[in-house]
């Protein structure tokens, strides 16, 4: 069964300080996604990684994919107030989607 | 072009009651999947259409069904509400290039059952 792992589930930190989310899957997987969730919010993509190897950035936030070692990581950097949200992997194989609990994150001044 | 939508935003029902959810996905998107999302946790997958097809379920009753249209828009239902139905229910489109391709999600509908 395919099961997605995050951690930490609540993430505290200081502005300008860097930071990195994990997300273990348990089967091999055809892609991961990241995605970010605003209270009360619907989601909004943030990366899709699809090889081993794979590493994406936006602005502050970088995703990386390690398929061996059934891996991402999302890695804040220099983090600001506007970060400060809720961060889901989520993980396709064949017809199904899985996501991870989610890290509450909050960066505070 | 227009992004996901669904309808209605908020809902009430009480045990026992059928409710239908709406969601028109994005302009040439052909596929919509489905997501229960209880407070504080992570969404749960539902179900996906893909072409008018079911494409894929998660573990969810047979009294959670679906249907997708020829103008790609779907529809969720639920017979038989239980409590533990309250949550926010989500969808999401993809691109043609195929099932679970990058997936713009909709606002969702809050579904409370008293």
């Known amino acids: 069964e395919l099961k997605v792992e995050q951690n930490p589930l609540f993430l505290s930190m200081q502005e300008g300080k860097n930071y990195t989310i994990y997300c273990n899957y348990s089967?091999?997987?055809?892609?991961l996604y990241w995605y970010r969730q605003d209270p009360g919010k619907s989601l909004e993509s943030l990366f899709v990684?699809?090889?081993?190897?794979a590493v994406k950035q936006e602005g502050r936030l970088m995703a990386s994919l390690d398929t061996k070692a059934r891996l991402s990581t999302l890695h804040i950097t220099a983090a600001v107030h506007d970060l400060s949200a809720t961060y889901f992997c989520?993980?396709?194989?064949?017809?199904?989607?899985?996501f991870g609990a989610g890290t509450r994150l909050t960066v505070k001044p | 072009e227009t992004g996901v939508t669904q309808s209605p935003t908020h809902l009430i029902k009480t045990r026992g009651q059928q409710v239908t959810l709406r969601c028109s996905s994005q302009?040439?998107?052909?596929?919509v999947s489905w997501y229960q999302q209880a407070l504080g946790q992570g969404p749960q997958f539902i179900f996906q259409?893909?072409?008018?097809?079911?494409?894929g379920r998660g573990n969810f009753p047979p009294r959670f069904s679906g249907l997708q249209f020829p103008n790609y828009s779907s529809e969720l239902n639920v017979n038989a509400l239980e409590l533990d139905d309250s949550a926010l229910y989500l969808c999401?489109?993809?691109?043609?290039?195929?099932?679970?391709?990058?997936?713009?999600f909709g606002p969702g509908t809050r579904l409370t059952v008293l």
């Open positions: 999401a489109s993809s691109l043609p290039a195929g099932p679970f391709n990058e997936q713009f």
């Open positions: 302009s040439g998107h052909n596929t």
């Open positions: 089967t091999t997987s055809d892609r």
């Open positions: 259409y893909y072409r008018e097809e079911e494409n």
């Open positions: 990684l699809l090889s081993n190897g």
């Open positions: 989520a993980v396709v194989r064949n017809n199904d989607m899985r």
